[in-house]
């Protein structure tokens, strides 16, 4: 069955970097674009980034461009979020999930459970 | 403040029926379709209806959804209490190079 792992989460101070992790099975991994989405403590679903399924596109949030890279390795079957320049209010539990094949982008048909982010000095 | 905009809460008796609205602009709802998630505490955020109204495998046809314009809204029939959860709405934005935009969110309760 299909499965997303998110990893690499933890507490990090202000302006320091993490990078986040996460793996798939049960599913082929090159052909489908990914998402990167977040949920702040209290708050609501927050789009980060996508990538499609080649890594040739890439598409950020206002909030995280210029500090957030979003990339994968298809021959890991790995997605990652290298996050630069962290702030208070990227403090998240940060989701990857998988766009539904011939739909949106903004379809997401399977999600990971999450890897907590705390900036915090 | 969401680009997408739902209500911040909702509430019906068992066996109600319930809609959640979501409005946006021509430049999200009105040229792309909507997706509707439905969230429980502690646990990943569930695809309840996509491409305005699809609904995956599992999905109970109690929940149906509907776009019109640059609106749409999300319905459960019969309600029950495993309902009570966060719904959100969301969709691609063809501005600033692309993006994809969810609701606020819209909290259910039934009471």
């Known amino acids: 069955q299909v499965q997303l792992v998110e990893s690499g989460g933890g507490v990090v101070q202000p302006g320091r970097s993490l990078r986040l992790s996460c793996a798939a099975s049960?599913?082929?991994?090159?052909?489908?674009?990914l998402h990167w989405v977040r949920q702040a403590p209290g708050k609501g679903l927050e789009w980060v980034a996508i990538i499609s399924y080649d890594g040739r596109n890439k598409y950020y949030a206002d909030s995280v461009k210029g500090r957030f890279t979003i990339s994968r390795d298809n021959s890991k079957n790995t997605l990652y979020l290298q996050m630069n320049s962290l702030r208070v209010e990227d403090t998240a539990l940060y989701y990857c999930?998988?766009?539904?094949?011939?739909?949106?982008?903004?379809?997401?048909?399977?999600w990971g459970q999450g890897t907590l982010v705390t900036v915090s000095s | 403040q969401s680009v997408l905009t739902q209500p911040p809460s909702a509430s019906g008796t068992p066996g109600q029926r319930v809609t959640i609205s979501c409005s946006g602009s021509t430049s999200n709802i009105g040229s792309n379709t909507v997706n509707w998630y439905q969230h429980l505490p502690g646990t990943a955020p569930k695809l309840l209806i996509y491409s305005n109204n699809q609904r995956p495998s599992g999905v109970p046809d109690r929940f149906s959804g509907s776009k019109s314009g640059t609106s749409a809204s999300l319905a459960i029939s019969g309600l029950q209490s495993e309902d009570e959860a966060v719904y959100y709405c969301?969709?691609?934005?063809?501005?600033?190079?692309?993006?994809?935009?969810f609701g606020g969110g819209t909290t259910l309760t039934v009471l």
């Open positions: 999930a998988r766009v539904l094949l011939g739909t949106s982008w903004s379809t997401l048909d399977y």
């Open positions: 049960g599913f082929t991994f090159s052909d489908y674009a």
């Open positions: 969301a969709a691609w934005d063809d501005s600033l190079n692309g993006h994809v935009v």
